[in-house]
DNA sequence: ATCCTTTTTGGTTGATTGACCAAAAATTCT
DNA sequence: AGAATTTTTGGTCAATCAACCAAAAAGGAT
């Protein structure tokens, strides 16, 4: 009984997400936005919100790469081991070297709204909880490991887009590994 | 046989400095830089040049607090030791959170010039042969622990500004001194 | 005191920004 | 076919952006 919507909401998302990721919040405007999407500034506007709408939105499709990649194989520190050399593999493969969204939102994190601020924060408090639950899986409560293996995550994300020599890229990796026992 | 300046370049940069390191490149205006020093654009832009330049010098009045406060007390690790203290110290107890500016800049990278690109990932190179160059007087060669000590250090600065837990910035501060052995 | 040089003032420029809106178009239901 | 409903189009809007410039102001040198 109506017009059908002629994007698919969720594919819109992935593309913004893109944009974003790779020109951070204030670095995109709304053109570039719809340049990239093909859709225009009117039904951005009418699907979404405003342009905190948009990011959060964009924050929303990025989950499967961030949060949803933990889902991987192993139990316990192992799964940590996997995770970061999935990280690793996948941040130096990449040649946009575009880091991570979470890390790179989290550094201007000033400069959302609150209700974006608290989404960014909220992801890496996730990251968090999964390094300690997993750590627990074997039977291991030790702080201090999880917080320095949540740096290792944090500085491979960031170090990553600053075309540092790889050697640095493969010692936080190796190093955040070997902590773990 | 000219009209004086009525303004201290140093403290012009300085000032700039702290507007660019809250704010971010993108998210800072010239007429911020305006209401922060109360130098009118126009001399801004005769004294320095386009807004890229602006950011130059705020980045050169920055070198005191990152790269010079290098120059703590100590020998080889032990300098490490003292110098991760210190930031974790100056980075709990920032009210406004502000983390570090090279760092910052690190993650809107794409968003500056050639030139200032280079200048912040030379910051970042000059801090790992800090690094390197302290372990070394204590005649060890551990590229690993190296780049792990670099992890610690950006992670630290990155997480300063998203309101994680203090413990996790505590835990991320020992365990890069634990590994130092 | 007067010239000379440089800084500063105060403004304009054209472009771009995010936000919003009314009218046209598209589709389903009756 | 026509009514109802939603999306899309295409545009306006005021605000802000970085950049630049001519003229006035401020001294030092002679």
Redesign the interface.
């Known amino acids: 009984m109506a017009r059908p919507k002629v994007y698919d909401p969720a594919v819109l998302g992935a593309q913004m997400r893109d944009v974003f990721w790779?020109?951070?919040y204030?670095?995109t405007s709304l053109s570039d936005l719809v340049a990239a999407t093909g859709v225009r500034s009117g039904s951005l506007h009418a699907g979404f919100g405003q342009k905190s709408a948009l990011f959060a939105a964009a924050l929303d499709a990025y989950d499967e790469a961030f949060l949803g990649a933990m889902d991987v194989e192993g139990r316990g520190r192992d799964r940590l081991r996997h995770y970061i050399d999935l990280l690793h593999n996948r941040v130096t493969t990449d040649p946009a070297k575009r880091?991570c969204f979470v890390?790179?939102s989290?550094?201007?994190?000033?400069?959302h709204t609150d209700e974006n601020r608290e989404a960014?924060?909220s992801r890496?408090?996730q990251m968090?909880m999964y390094i300690e639950n997993a750590m627990e899986e074997d039977g291991v409560r030790d702080?201090?490991?999880?917080?320095?293996f949540?740096?290792?995550v944090?500085?491979?994300l960031?170090?990553a887009?600053?075309?540092?020599?790889t050697?640095?890229?493969?010692?936080?990796r190796?190093?955040?590994k070997?902590?773990l026992g």
Request: with cysteine.
């Open positions: 790779q020109k951070g204030e670095g880091g890390i790179a989290a550094s201007e994190i000033d400069r960014i924060q890496i408090r968090q702080p201090d490991a999880s917080a320095a949540l740096g290792a944090v500085s491979l960031t170090l887009r600053c075309n540092v020599d050697a640095i890229l493969r010692g936080i190796d190093e955040a070997r902590r």
